[in-house]
């Protein structure tokens, strides 16, 4: 059974990829017109991160599943789902703003989401190597019974 921490991931990732689709169809159609090919990258970008991460944290649910409550694994998947979220809505959304708004300041936020990107995916690599451990000691805890 999904745990609350599992299902809110799912639905947020749902949710987020819901927003990329449909900010990326809203960009295709009705933003050609209004933005030129600089901007209209910038927002292109956004779209694409934001369904990258959507989507991983999707996946972030899935494992989350899978891993023992208050695990150090767990733990480990909470930071890495509150990194990814923050890097949706700081990297992807100040890309938005610079894109409509081409205010270059906003420019100096996008790293901070950049930042709380790669700290979601080194969690997420630090919580999978703790996954792996536990599977491996509970494999060993298996054969000594």
Known sequence: MLSNQSLLQAKQGAFFAFLAVGLGAFGAHALKASLDEYALGI???AVTY???HALALLALASLS????PNS?????LGLCHKAFVFGIVFFCGSLYLLSFS???FLGAITPIGGGAFLIAWISLVIALTQMS???KDSIKEGQSE
């Open 65 to 68: 599943a899978w891993c023992e």
């Open 50 to 52: 934001q369904m990258y």
């Open 102 to 104: 081409g205010l270059k």
């Open 43 to 45: 927002y292109q970008t």
């Open 133 to 135: 451990k536990d599977l």
């Open 72 to 76: 150090r694994a767990q733990r480990w």
